[in-house]
Structures are given as structure tokens and as C-alpha cells.
């Protein structure tokens, strides 16, 4: 089967420099064309934010907000999900508190 597909000018050129993937979904217009809707990506610039990883997520802080994802599998053995939470949530507190105050100290 062939499909024609239409790609915004900008993925295109991401596309071709070869350097990121493009993550998306195809909404089909008719049985053999469609449309490309590139997904909305929140990862952090980095030239602008600061992030670690953590054992079960990773924190990132940049001007405009500070995000801290998990994921605990609760099929793991020897991990208490609150307890998890609440280590890595003082862990990430730590290093937003460092990274907010040099953001501020140069800004």
C-alpha cells in the first residue's frame, strides 16, 4: 500500500539535518493521504536548563519551570512507592534549590 503524506515545512528540515527523530501521528484525510501532527515535546533546552537523573525519574529546571517526573514500577522488589516519593522528592529539592539560586545570581 502507498501512503502520501504531508509534513510540515519545519519537520522536514529537522528531518533532513538528520540530527532528532520526529515523534507524531498520521490523521488520514483519505484511504491513501494524510497529515503529519509532530507531538508537542517538553524536553528541556539545553542551553538554558539543568537536569539530573534520578533512580526512578529525572528533575529539570530551566527560567520558566521545574519538572520532576517518576516512574516506580511497583513490581520491584524491596521499594515502598511513598517512601521512594518522598526520597526522591527531597533529592530533587536539593538540586532545584542550587540551580534557582545560580539562575538568579546571573540574571
Do not use: W
Not at 488520514?28 to 534520578?54: M, Q, S, W
Not at 515502598?80 to 534557582?100: K, M, N, Q, W, Y
Request: charged residues 30%; glycine residues 6%; aromatic residues 6%.
Amino acid at each position: 500500500m502507498e501512503l502520501k503524506i504531508q509534513i510540515p515545512d519545519s519537520t522536514y528540515r529537522r528531518l533532513m539535518s538528520g540530527k532528532c527523530r520526529v515523534k507524531g501521528s498520521i490523521g488520514l484525510v483519505t484511504p491513501r493521504e494524510g497529515n503529519f501532527n509532530e507531538y508537542i515535546c517538553h524536553a528541556p533546552d539545553p542551553d538554558t536548563a539543568k537536569y539530573i537523573r534520578l533512580r526512578h525519574g529525572r528533575v529539570s529546571v530551566n527560567r520558566e519551570r521545574v519538572r520532576l517526573t517518576l516512574h516506580i514500577g511497583l513490581d520491584e522488589m524491596d521499594i515502598v512507592p511513598s517512601e521512594t516519593i518522598e526520597h526522591e522528592s527531597r533529592e530533587a529539592s536539593g538540586f532545584v534549590d542550587d540551580v534557582l539560586d545560580t539562575i538568579e545570581r546571573y540574571h
